[in-house]
Structure formats: C-alpha cells, structure tokens
C-alpha cells in the first residue's frame, strides 16, 4: 500500500510552499489509491502549538485534503526513546561533550587547514575514564550518529540519480544536550513505523536524505522512495519567507480566494502542465505525475492566482456558489460570474440589480437619456429587452456605438464597466430602471 506523509510542525500556520507539498502528496495518494498521513513534527515542545496544529488541520481541510490518519511526534517519546536505546547498544550513537562555541574554533581551524570542516569524531576516542571525568565536570552529552563513510545511491523521483558521500558529512546530532530530539530521529522512526513508502518534500530537505537512508536501515527498516521538489520563488526570482504572512493558506482564504484555484494553481506551478483552473480534484489527479515536476524553481505571482480565481468562477455552476452567497438568482450568476475576480465582489453587482446605485449622467448626456426612459419597452422584460430598446433608441437619437451605451450604462449602474447590460436589464427591472433614468 501506497503511504504518504505532510509533516508540517505547528510553529506557524502553513503557507503557499507547504500547501504546495501538502497538495502534492494528497494528489499522489489519491492517484495510487494510498493513504495520506497528517504528521505533526511537534517535538519542539516551546515553539509547538495546539492552536497551530487546529490551524493546520483547518487549512488542509478547506483545500479539500482527508488525511487517513494524523500522528504527533510529540506522542511518541518513548517509542524513540526505546530506538535510541537500541541504536546506542549497537554503537551507532555515541556521547559528545563538546560546547558549541569548541566545536566552532575547531571548525575554524580546520578552515584554515583547508581541510573539510566536519567532526573530526574526537569523541570516539574518549576513554571511559574521559567521559567519567567530563560528567564530572557537570557536562552532558549530546548524541551523534555514526555515519559509515560510504556512498549512498538513491533514485529520487523528481531529481534522478542522486550520489552522496556520506564520507563528507559531519556524524549528525541525533539528540541533544537536554535529551530533546532533533527533526531527524524521530522523523526517520515514523517514516518506517507508519510504512511510508514516498517522502514528498521540498528540496530544501535533499541533503538529509542519505543521512536519513542509512539511519533508516541502522534501524533495520526500508528506506522509501524519494522526491524532492523545487521549491517556490516570488515573481523577483527570491525565496518566498519574507512574505509568508500574506501567503499564508488562512490569509488567502481570508483575501476571498477560492480554495481550488489555490490548489490548481498550486498543483500545476512548476510543471510541464498549463495552469488551468479545476473545479474539483479530479482532473488534477488523473493528470498528476511527479515526472512533470521540473527542477527549477518556480515562480509564484499572486497576480495569476488571482487571475486563475476569477477564470474558476467564470466556469463555476450557481449550485456551487448558491449557500455561500445567500442572495442572487441563477439568471443572476450567470450574468455577473464573468466580471468578478473574487466572490465577495458578485454583492457589488447584486446592488446593481436589487439595491441602490448613483446613476451617473453628465450633462451633456440629459435630453438623452430623458428621451431613452420615455423609450423604455412595457414589461414583461427578457434577454431581448436590451435590444428592442437600443434600436429604438438609436432610431430616435441618432447615437450609436459607445455615445450610446455608455450613457445608458453609467445612469443604469452608476458604473463605466461591468457585466453586459442584455443581462443585466431584465434583472434590474423596468422600475428601477425608470427610476434610475429619471
Ligand atoms: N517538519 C519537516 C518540515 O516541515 C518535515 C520534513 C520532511 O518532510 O521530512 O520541513
């Protein structure tokens, strides 16, 4: 069985980056039928918030994303615990004593050697009676795994061939100085607990992976598949953490975004794909493929998502939008749902029809639009109200073109812009439209 995961860590709210990672993994579940586990990477106790974590769920829950299960790291303490036992018998973790300001003097020096700045694993050399005396000192360890200076060879599914020499990696802390874990460990733990078989991720994580690879087989598990995806830039080409606020999937839904352009928009940036809007996941699962990924990163414009926000609306049904709205009529949906870009801007064409405006007309327009309300046809009104009434118009004033309707509209709207006014006018009404005209 195909096993995802979306490990976010409930420091923060998640943002158009994660989503991107969230929505990707979904999609891969969906299309081979796996299962999708939420996984909260809360082992850090002091930035970790249940209110985070709430604000998570919700978020994935108004992309349309089900997990089939949801973990917490911060739950499974003595499950790592028992593992680190495990991994310290074996030898493959061993204590380190070193302050942080000795391990940078240290690097230093061996900068200046010209040498790799990674551990020189002193603390492999310590006698008992060393460790004993630094214990002593009041001085607790730290916990480094041990690397086997190898290559690790991986496939990754977006990235290819991928070739690491773990011989040039630093033995990475697994456990810190107060016993608290770093990402790593319990990562790994889950990984193979919860049989994950494809790690979806950002590549700003590739340079763990065979770290990751060979604790996962110190530990006697299978190492899943990986693919690491590109990560997003904004328009300028920059990484997108100055503005993860505005991007944040809450404020998004807060700006009258609707959640599938953000997936749409999400699921297809960066691919070989044309953006398009989808009203439901369906279309993005059958056409989903990680090899579509490109590695480059992509580009994010809020511009374009909302473009694609308004493209989505312009082909959204009136059943979709009828309980959201609490107003309007289908004649009226379709009329509007081309000219808005968000849907809270549709209550601007529901005043138009059914509320107040200002009607505009200039002076030079009075005689008329004087003359255009004693034209006015008789009701009842349909869709080819408008048109009797222009061309009666137009034969009585001589006016065509835009010296004809745009006085018409400005005094019928109050606007110089807006849906077509064939459509519009029967909604509007022959009172209000007299009204408006005179
Ligand atoms: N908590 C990690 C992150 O959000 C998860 C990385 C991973 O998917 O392994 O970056």
Redesign the pocket.
Known sequence: MTTV?????PTGRIHIG?AR?AILNWLFARKSGGAFIL?Y?DTDAARSTDEFARGIAEDLAWLGIVPDRIEYQSKRFARYDELVAKLKAAGRLYPCYETADELERRRKRQEARGGPRIYDRAALKLSDADRAGLEAEGRKPHWRFKLEHRIVDWIDLIRGPQHTDLASQSDPVLVRQDGSYL?TLP?VID?IDFAVTH????E??VT?AAV?IEITEALGGAAPQYAHHSLLTGVDGKGLSKRLGSLSIAALRQAGLEAMAVVSHAALLGTSDTIHPCKDYSALVTGFDLAKLSRAPARFDEAELRHLNARLLHMTEWGAVKDRLGYGSPEFWMAIRGNIETLAEARTWHEVVAGRVSPVVNVEDRDFIAEAARLLPPEPWNGSTWKTWTEAVKAATDRKGKALFMPLRLALTGLDHGPELAQLLPLIGRDKALERLT
């Open positions: 995961r979306f490990a976010p860590s994660n990672t996984r990477d990402y990562s990984d790690v979806i991720r950002g700003d994580h763990n990751q």
